[in-house]
């Protein structure tokens, strides 16, 4: 048994590797990570990312022609093949089975200092927390490399979650100045208590003509904020086809390419210029009900104590799906049945193309009962701390490796 007195390696570097597979899914998890790491625990961090482009519009600091330049406290480094030599930190973080530079990983084995983890995807199914920490060693050297689950239960390794997050959202929601400062800041007043305030970020989705019929022939004002993004295409093509009289209804069709706004009925779209993390969780925290996809807004949707609907990435033969139900079966289960229900329906129905206007009403009107579940899920969720864990972790795994080199020596 290991004792708190046992010499330990001290994870005092830390090196992430992200491949920029998905826009900026990956990249905005893995800059977090970085960030919340170099701040608040002192780590030096090094962030490899072989997409500077993609990095570069989270973090507008950055310079995409750089290969090595500093952030906001991380070191960021392109990635480049062949990579060049580098000397391996103590705490080595894959992010989603990326594959480590192979001379990388000879440099760990010679090395024989660094905890390597594989920070896998998100998800509630069951068997991750079986999975969860499981070790893989190295099929010819003496590496062993282990699986870090993020995840909503203690036996996972948690979600990211800055230590002033939440006084800096509640902060942003008492103080009627930064708010109207962030309406400004996108040439908007901020609107009423009677608009609905909607934050659209979503895959390109066949179920979205149905979902802005709905809001448009709706008896309340809705205000839908659009970033920038893959969705932008299907939104102007439905006010194209509105305002060619080609949908079943007849409303009056307002376009503005000036502001990038369109209206019709009691729906009004504003496109958002590409937004920056920092500035993304403000929109979560100013909208009402916010439509989030893949894993790092669906994340910080849950931080911003609000209903919102997810768009899992899809995945091929529908195994997505399965993830959704795994999510919604531990999110629903405190809710009553019409709420639930609701909840699952329209999530259903977002994913899958479905009649998402049918589901809309029942959402809409759980809409008290999901704030309180929206605060209380994020309350239980902010007791594991994924940044904390995977240090703790670290250095539990150090701590064995120093007890198995003393034992070789005696």
């Keep these: 048994m290991l004792s708190d007195e046992t010499p330990a390696v001290a994870a005092d570097r830390c090196d992430i590797f992200c491949n920029v597979i998905d826009n900026y899914g990956d990249i905005g998890v893995c800059w977090r990570l970085a960030r919340q790491l170099a701040h608040e625990h002192g780590l030096s961090v090094r962030l490899w990312v072989d997409d500077l482009a993609s990095f570069a519009r989270l973090c507008p600091q950055a310079d995409a022609s750089l290969a090595q330049q500093h952030c906001l406290g991380v070191e960021v480094r392109h990635w480049l093949e062949p990579f060049l030599e580098a000397q391996p930190a103590e705490l080595v973080i894959e992010a989603f089975a990326c594959k480590l530079p192979q001379n990388y990983i000879g440099a760990m084995a010679a090395q024989q200092r660094s905890v390597w983890i594989n920070l896998e995807y998100l998800s509630a199914e069951d068997w991750v927390a079986g999975c969860h920490k499981l070790p893989s060693p190295h099929p010819g050297l003496p590496l062993t490399k282990y699986f870090f689950f993020p995840g909503f239960t203690r036996q996972t390794g948690g979600l990211l979650l800055e230590q002033d997050l939440f006084g800096r959202r509640d902060a942003f929601r008492n103080d009627a100045v930064q708010q109207q400062a962030f309406w400004h800041s996108f040439g908007m007043e901020m609107p009423g208590e009677e608009t609905l305030k909607i934050s659209l970020f979503c895959y390109e989705n066949d179920a979205l003509a149905g979902m802005f019929d709905t809001w448009a022939n709706g008896v309340q004002p809705v205000l839908?904020?659009?970033?920038?993004?893959?969705?932008?295409?299907?939104?102007?093509?439905?006010?194209?086809?509105?305002?060619?009289?080609?949908?079943?209804?007849?409303?009056?069709?307002?376009?503005?390419?000036?502001?990038?706004?369109?209206?019709?009925?009691?729906?009004?779209?504003?496109?958002?210029?590409?937004?920056?993390?920092?500035?993304?969780?403000?929109?979560?925290?100013?909208?009402?009900?916010?439509?989030?996809?893949?894993?790092?807004?669906?994340?910080?949707?849950?931080?911003?104590?609000?209903?919102?609907?997810?768009?899992?990435?899809?995945?091929?033969?529908?195994?997505?799906?399965?993830?959704?139900?795994?999510?919604?079966?531990?999110?629903g289960a405190p809710l009553s049945p019409p709420a639930s229900e609701a909840v699952r329906g329209l999530w259903q129905a977002w994913n899958g193309g479905g009649k998402t206007g049918q589901i809309w009403p029942a959402f809409a009107a759980a809409r008290g009962?999901?704030?309180?579940?929206?605060?209380?899920?994020?309350?239980?969720?902010a007791e594991n701390d994924l940044a904390l864990n995977l240090l703790d972790f670290s250095q539990e795994i150090g701590k064995m490796r120093a007890f198995e080199i003393e034992g070789s020596k005696s």
């Design 224 to 331: 839908c904020l659009v970033p920038e993004g893959r969705i932008l295409p299907q939104v102007e093509q439905y006010f194209e086809d509105v305002g060619r009289g080609l949908s079943r209804h007849s409303w009056h069709v307002g376009i503005n390419p000036d502001l990038r706004s369109y209206s019709c009925g009691n729906l009004q779209v504003r496109v958002l210029p590409f937004v920056e993390q920092e500035r993304y969780d403000e929109l979560l925290w100013a909208c009402d009900v916010n439509f989030v996809r893949g894993e790092d807004s669906f994340v910080r949707a849950q931080w911003a104590c609000r209903p919102f609907v997810w768009q899992i990435y899809p995945q091929h033969d529908g195994v997505h799906m399965r993830k959704l139900q795994a999510f919604l079966n531990l999110y």
């Design 369 to 381: 009962e999901l704030d309180s579940r929206a605060q209380g899920w994020a309350r239980e969720l």
